[in-house]
Nanobody, 125 residues
Framework: DQLVESGGGSVQPGGSLTLSCSASENIFSMYTMAWYRQAPGKQRDLVAEITKQDKSNYADFVQGRFFISRDWSTNTVYLHMSFLKAEDTAVYYC????????????????????WGQGTQVAVSL
C-alpha cells in the first residue's frame, strides 16, 4: 500500500481527533496530499488538501475546525479535527494526487493518484 491511514475512532460532539496518513517518500514529496470523506449513501467529498509547497485548501464545511499538515521528516500528512459534529461522521480517505506539472512521472510507473484504505470516524453521544 502506498498510503496507510490511522487514527480514526469514536468521539463525542465537540471533541477532537487526529488522522494520520503515511506515504512513501517519493509520493509524499511529489504529490498533493489530501483527505476526503464519504458518509453512507453520499458521494466522496474533498475535506482538505496540501500541496508540496505546503499550501492548503479546505472545504467550507470544515473551515476553521480542521487543519491539515505535513511532516516531511516522517512522510506523514495529518488531519487535525476539532469541534467535531455528528455530520462529520464518515469514512475518511487519504489521497495523493499527481500535479499536472509532474504527469511525465506516469511514464515511470507512477499513478495519477493513490488512495488509502479509509478510516472510520464516528461522532455521537
Amino acid at each position: 500500500d502506498q498510503l496507510v491511514e490511522s487514527g480514526g475512532g469514536s468521539v463525542q460532539p465537540g471533541g477532537s481527533l487526529t488522522l494520520s496518513c503515511s506515504a512513501s517518500e517519493n509520493i509524499f514529496s511529489m504529490y498533493t496530499m489530501a483527505w476526503y470523506r464519504q458518509a453512507p449513501g453520499k458521494q466522496r467529498d474533498l475535506v482538505a488538501e496540501i500541496t508540496k509547497q505546503d499550501k492548503s485548501n479546505y472545504a467550507d464545511f470544515v473551515q476553521g475546525r480542521f487543519f491539515i499538515s505535513r511532516d516531511w521528516s516522517t512522510n506523514t500528512v495529518y488531519l487535525h479535527m476539532s469541534f467535531l459534529k455528528a455530520e462529520d461522521t464518515a469514512v475518511y480517505y487519504c489521497n495523493s494526487d499527481l500535479p499536472r506539472t509532474e504527469y511525465g512521472l506516469t511514464g515511470l510507473g507512477y499513478e495519477y493518484e493513490y488512495w488509502g484504505q479509509g478510516t472510520q470516524v464516528a461522532v455521537s453521544l
